[in-house]
């Protein structure tokens, strides 16, 4: 974007980031889910999220990349990615998501910091744990600590007044 100019991408394929919310707990109800219901009231919670999915987001998703005549990939939607995360024997629950630590919807006055947090301090920690974490190893610490943006309301592409879920008909 030097010099005013418009930046224009000649990429085809986008990584899209869907999914990542639903399997490893990014939403602010999968922390009151934890509070009602401890571990496995956040397991029951994003398994429903994971469920309804297809039907919520990724239509209503698809229909904003490919407006940009792009094609979308989902790696947090990867059959081996989901499998690792559906297996608490692999991968337990409390690191994948780890509502102690800091999330983005907290602040680091408001919840606590232990030894097992490393060195990241602030939001952007407890939320997305296993995601974050992988992050910072491969380099992009700064990038870990971001709170999403919803692709909706970032490429103000959404009618304020329909439904992601709604079908194309519906929109006519």
């Given at each position: 974007m030097g010099g005013g100019r418009p930046y224009e991408c000649s990429a085809?394929?986008?990584?899209?980031?869907?999914?990542?919310?639903?399997?490893?707990?990014?939403?602010?109800?999968h922390q009151r889910a934890v509070s009602r219901g401890g571990m496995e009231g956040l397991r029951t919670e994003l398994q429903r999220d994971f469920e309804r999915l297809w039907e919520r987001n990724l239509g209503?998703?698809?229909?904003?990349?490919?407006?940009?005549?792009?094609?979308?990939?989902?790696p947090f939607l990867d059959e081996d990615v989901l499998a690792v995360l559906a297996s608490p024997d692999v991968l337990p629950?409390?690191?994948?998501?780890?509502f102690e630590l800091p999330t983005t919807t907290t602040t680091s006055a408001t919840s606590t910091l232990t030894s097992s947090?490393?060195?990241?301090?602030?939001?952007?920690?407890?939320?997305?744990?296993?995601?974050?974490?992988?992050?910072?190893?491969?380099?992009?610490?700064?990038?870990?600590?971001?709170?999403?943006r919803a692709i909706q309301f970032g490429t103000r592409?959404?009618?304020?007044?329909?439904?992601?879920?709604?079908?194309l008909s519906e929109m006519e």
């Open positions: 085809r394929v986008v990584l899209m980031g869907m999914g990542a919310d639903e399997t490893c707990g990014g939403y602010v109800r209503r998703d698809d229909r904003v990349v490919s407006d940009s005549g792009r094609e979308g990939r989902f629950l409390s690191s994948v998501c780890e947090s490393s060195s990241a301090v602030g939001p952007g920690v407890g939320d997305k744990k296993v995601i974050r974490t992988i992050s910072r190893m491969l380099g992009l610490g700064d990038a870990s600590r971001l709170q999403k592409i959404a009618d304020s007044k329909m439904q992601g879920s709604a079908k």
